[in-house]
């Protein structure tokens, strides 16, 4: 195990890699999808309707499946990584445009509309009043969707993937230790996913000024 432990750590940062990478993106495709359901253009509208209908009511496997095997069989193909990043993202993004859009619709118009009388553009408006008090009220929603995203990475695995669970698979396949490895990378995974809610903490406290625990 400890002479093995070098290639779980990789493990780790591959999985801690893709996650934050696929959040990264999620993010600012979520905030696009729900400004876009909120301005109620009707092309635009139906497109991030359907994107979000099918990211939450599609279970996670179902979006990696199709993302590798999927776009395989139309003669997409793409490396286990991209196609587990292009899931995580497509399913990020849906449940975190419609946390952003309460999170937009907690805010009063009025603050939009005094912005624009102090001669604010609209992306003025977003940038600097709108999206700063809304990032604040949905931060602990979106360090769950964090956390969701580093556990559910752990199903590259079904596409050979060589994330933390990937590599404990073939790890265990070699020296038939399928206990103790698989013991050790859920001691990792629960050691990962506290140090992200730490710094999240952390990060707020730094951001925020410390209004959110």
Same mark, same amino acid.
């Given at each position: ?7 779980l ?11 934050? *990478?696929?959040?990264? !993106? ?37 979006? !990696? ?5 999927g ?13 587990v ?5 497509? !399913?990020?993004?849906?449940? *975190? ?6 999170g ?17 553009s ?10 700063p ?14 956390v969701?995203? !580093? ?39 629960f ?23």
């Amino acid at each position: 195990m400890f002479q093995k432990m070098p290639e779980l750590l990789n493990g780790v940062f591959v999985t801690f890699h893709v996650s934050v *990478l696929a959040m990264l !993106i999620g993010v600012v495709i979520a905030i696009l999808l729900a400004i876009t359901k909120m301005n109620n253009s009707k092309p635009f509208c139906y497109v991030a309707t359907v994107w979000v209908e099918i990211a939450r009511n599609t279970p996670a496997l179902f979006q !990696i499946y199709m993302a590798y095997f999927g776009l395989g069989a139309l003669g997409i193909h793409l490396s286990p990584y991209v196609a587990v990043l292009s899931a995580l993202v497509f !399913i990020n993004a849906g449940y *975190l445009t419609e946390t952003f859009r309460g999170g937009f619709s907690s805010i009063p118009d009025t603050q939009f509309r005094a912005s624009r009388s102090l001669g604010m553009s609209s992306v003025q408006a977003y940038r600097y009043i709108i999206l700063p008090q809304m990032l604040r009220r949905i931060y602990h929603p979106m360090t769950n969707q964090f956390v969701w995203s !580093i556990l559910m990475s752990s199903l590259g695995i079904l596409v050979g993937m060589s994330e933390l669970s990937g590599t404990t698979q073939k790890l265990q396949s070699q020296s038939f230790r399928t206990l103790e490895f698989f013991i050790v990378a859920a001691v990792l995974y629960f050691v990962l996913t506290k140090l992200v809610l730490f710094g999240a903490s952390l990060l707020s406290r730094r951001l925020f000024k410390g209004d959110i625990g």
